[in-house]
C-alpha cells in the first residue's frame, strides 16, 4: 500500500503510476489485459480517485494503457493493433487501393553474434541470434526483401515449424507479442537509398545495380528495450510505400 505520510518525496500519484508499471513490465499484467477499476486502486492505497486518475492518465499517455468506454481499462499491446498501419503497404497514388500482399519464408536460422547488430540491440558481444529473411510479393511479383535478426535467448523456439508457418500468414511483431509476450511500443527507421547487390536482385528479380528505398528499423518493446533488427530493401519502381501517421 502507498503511504501519502511516508518520508518518500516522490508524489503519490507517481509512485502508483511507477507501480502499475512495473506490474505491467514484469507481466502481471499481459497485453489487453483490463487492470482494475480505479476505484479499486484508491481503495486499496487508501488514495483520492483524483489521484488514481491522474496516474492512469499518465500511464494512458505514454502508451503503456489505453481506455475504451464503457469498458475499462487496458495494458497496451502492439500499438500497430490499433492503428490501421502496417509496416509494408503500398499505392501508386493517394486515392489508389492498397496492393495485395503475401510473405514468403526465405529462412528462419540461428547466426553467430554480429557485432554491429548485437551493440543496436544492446545484447552482449558473444550473444546468438535468429536471421529470418522473407519476401514480400504484390501482384507483379517481389517487391520488398527483409532481413530481421533477433535475439535467441529471448525467441527460443523461432525456428520450430510451427512458427515457420506462422510467418507466411500473421505479422511477425504479433507473433512475437502472442507467443513471448513482447509487445511493440515504438520503432525506429532509418530510410536511404542503394543500388541493388547480387543477392537483393536475385531475390527481387532485378538488374543488379536498380536503384532501391532502404529502411533500417529497431523495434522495441516495453522499458526502451529493442528487441529487432530490421533491414529492407524496396523496388517502388510501380508502386510506392506509404505512412500514414
Given at each position: 500500500m502507498l503511504n501519502r505520510k511516508s518520508d518518500n518525496p516522490t508524489p503519490v500519484y507517481f509512485r502508483?503510476?511507477?507501480?502499475?508499471?512495473?506490474?505491467?513490465?514484469s507481466g502481471h499484467w499481459k497485453?489487453?489485459?483490463?487492470?482494475?477499476p480505479e476505484r479499486i486502486f484508491a481503495e486499496e492505497h487508501k488514495l483520492s480517485i483524483g489521484t488514481v486518475k491522474k496516474a492512469i492518465s499518465n500511464l494512458v499517455n505514454e502508451g503503456f494503457l489505453y481506455r475504451i468506454q464503457g469498458k475499462g481499462t487496458f495494458v497496451t499491446g502492439t500499438y500497430l493493433r490499433k492503428d490501421k498501419l502496417r509496416y509494408y503497404r503500398c499505392f501508386s497514388s493517394f486515392d489508389d487501393n492498397e496492393g495485395d500482399m503475401n510473405i514468403k519464408l526465405l529462412e528462419i536460422e540461428?547466426?553467430?553474434?554480429?557485432?554491429?547488430?548485437?551493440?543496436?540491440?544492446?545484447?552482449?558481444?558473444?550473444?546468438?541470434?535468429?536471421?529470418?529473411?522473407?519476401?514480400?510479393?504484390?501482384?507483379?511479383?517481389?517487391?520488398?526483401?527483409?532481413?530481421?535478426?533477433l535475439p535467441q535467448k529471448q525467441f527460443k523456439d523461432l525456428d520450430t515449424p510451427l512458427f515457420r508457418t506462422k510467418i507466411e500468414k500473421i505479422a511477425l511483431y504479433s507473433i512475437l507479442e502472442e507467443s513471448y509476450g513482447v509487445p511493440t511500443i515504438y520503432n525506429q527507421e532509418l530510410i536511404g537509398a542503394e543500388g541493388a547487390d547480387n543477392e537483393t536482385a536475385d531475390h527481387l528479380k532485378i538488374p543488379i545495380g536498380t536503384p532501391l528505398v532502404t529502411i533500417e528499423m529497431l523495434s522495441f518493446t516495453y522499458k526502451d528495450r529493442p528487441y529487432e533488427y530490421r533491414i529492407s530493401y524496396c523496388n517502388t519502381s510501380e508502386r510506392k510505400l506509404f505512412r500514414e501517421y
Open positions: 502508483l503510476q511507477s507501480t502499475i508499471k512495473d506490474k505491467i513490465e497485453p489487453g489485459d483490463m487492470i482494475p540461428k547466426t553467430k553474434p554480429i557485432p554491429a547488430i548485437n551493440r543496436l540491440l544492446k545484447l552482449h558481444p558473444k550473444s546468438d541470434l535468429f536471421k529470418i529473411s522473407r519476401l514480400m510479393n504484390f501482384s507483379k511479383g517481389p517487391r520488398i526483401f527483409s532481413t530481421s535478426y
